[in-house]
């Protein structure tokens, strides 16, 4: 297959991308328009072979999408480009609505039209693969709930809420197109690769630095955390195997709070990095709370049962397992963090100083 990975410069697509290129015989093209989360640094390891091609495109801009599926003529498409990150979509919603709503919908529409050109064969095992998030579904609060595939949309941040959209939009398609569709709705994801304003390496970098570990609230909030490649993993799983039309949410089994992240990077930096910044004891001195985010939900958790008995996934990673190897990670890849916390790595790509 050619599979057509929008987003593939971002944290989870250039996981997706360095497991296709490993793992399977399938080809890949890349296609993304570089925003700030768009690195292509992280593709350092794979962007020579010759299964792999790059396409700088907006997913908004109809014209470069046609011509991109005229050149390469995918056989799947898997979408991961989206505007991501929620603080910034509480600050500038705009961009949100624009790329995740307007761009899911554009890709859609070429997409399709694309796919009713095909001869039968091909047009049978056309695939679009909108890959989504847990967070469309709300807040758990306090109860022991579970996120099904069935449970109702309930987004709560502009984020979530464009994602939301999307989904409807994917769904839509298929229902009335007979566009042929697989959505997946997924946990937080942490590992190798992942973007510095982001949880995870955030506490990583700045306990490194000496600098605070801020937590919004009494760091409470309870998400299930999945390793990027066993996310990667199960994207492949279900573009390969699942039924069309069918959604399968992807979770990591892992329900920790964020004070427990925070604490278990503590401790894991204090066995592997133990010259730690002077004046502190341990990292865990660095904690401090800070307000928490205007409508922040308190619990996601996924049941993963369907994609576990239907496609046989789980996860590898324990989330022990995978934290371990996150923080050592980013503690033999500083120079690629420093590329991305001065900017050099946009600045030099765009030929700026
Ligand atoms: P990311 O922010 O790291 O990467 C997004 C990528 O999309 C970047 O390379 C960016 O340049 C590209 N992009 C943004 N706007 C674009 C546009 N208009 N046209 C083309 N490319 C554009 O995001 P991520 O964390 O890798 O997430 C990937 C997908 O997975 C998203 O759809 C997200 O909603 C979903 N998801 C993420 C998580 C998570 O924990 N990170 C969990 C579940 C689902």
């Known amino acids: 297959m050619k599979i057509l990975v929008t987003g593939g410069a971002g944290f989870i697509g250039s996981a997706v991308i360095r497991y296709i290129l ?34 700088q495109a907006d997913i908004c801009d109809r014209a470069a999408l046609e011509e991109i ?20 979509s509480i600050d500038g919603p705009l961009a949100f609505i624009q790329t995740n709503v307007v761009g899911t919908y554009t890709l859609l529409e070429v997409s399709r039209s694309y796919w009713q050109g095909l001869e039968a064969i091909e047009k049978n095992q056309f695939r679009f693969h909108h890959v989504s998030t847990d967070e469309v579904f709300g807040d758990l609060g306090q109860s022991a ?39 997946t709705n997924c946990s937080n994801n942490y590992g190798p690769y992942h973007f510095p304003e982001k949880l995870i390496p955030l506490m990583i970098l700045n306990a490194l630095e000496g600098r605070s570990l801020p937590v919004y609230g009494e760091g409470n909030q309870i998400r299930d955390w999945l390793y990027v490649e066993d996310h990667a993993r199960a994207l492949y799983r279900v573009i390969r195997k699942g039924r069309l039309g069918e959604t399968y949410n992807i979770g990591g089994f892992n329900e920790k709070t964020n004070m427990e ?93």
Not at 24 to 40: F, I, M, Q
């Open 22 to 55: 490993t793992h399977t015989d399938d080809s890949v093209v890349n296609l993304d328009k570089l925003t700030y989360a768009g690195n292509l640094e992280s593709l350092a390891s794979v962007s020579h072979h010759p299964r792999y091609a790059f396409e």
């Open 261 to 353: 992240v925070v604490r278990g990077i503590c401790d894991l930096l204090m066995e592997l990095s133990p010259e730690k910044p002077k004046d502190i004891c341990h990292y865990r001195d660095l904690i401090v709370h800070v307000p928490d985010r205007p409508g922040h939900d308190l619990r996601y958790a996924i049941d993963a049962t369907k994609i576990k008995n239907e496609l046989g996934w789980l996860p590898d990673e324990t989330f022990e397992t995978g934290l371990r190897k996150t923080v050592e990670w980013y503690l033999n890849h500083l120079e690629w963090c420093r590329r991305v916390q001065d900017g050099s790595y946009r600045r030099e790509r765009l030929g700026i100083g």
């Open 69 to 88: 599926f005229v050149t390469h003529r995918p056989d799947a498409v898997m979408h991961l480009a989206a505007e991501s990150h929620v603080d910034r």
């Open 145 to 183: 709930d579970l996120f099904t595939e069935n449970t109702c949309y309930s987004p709560s941040s502009p984020y979530s809420a464009s994602k939301a959209s999307s989904d409807h939009l994917v769904r839509a398609w298929y229902r009335t197109y007979g566009f042929p569709v697989l959505v």
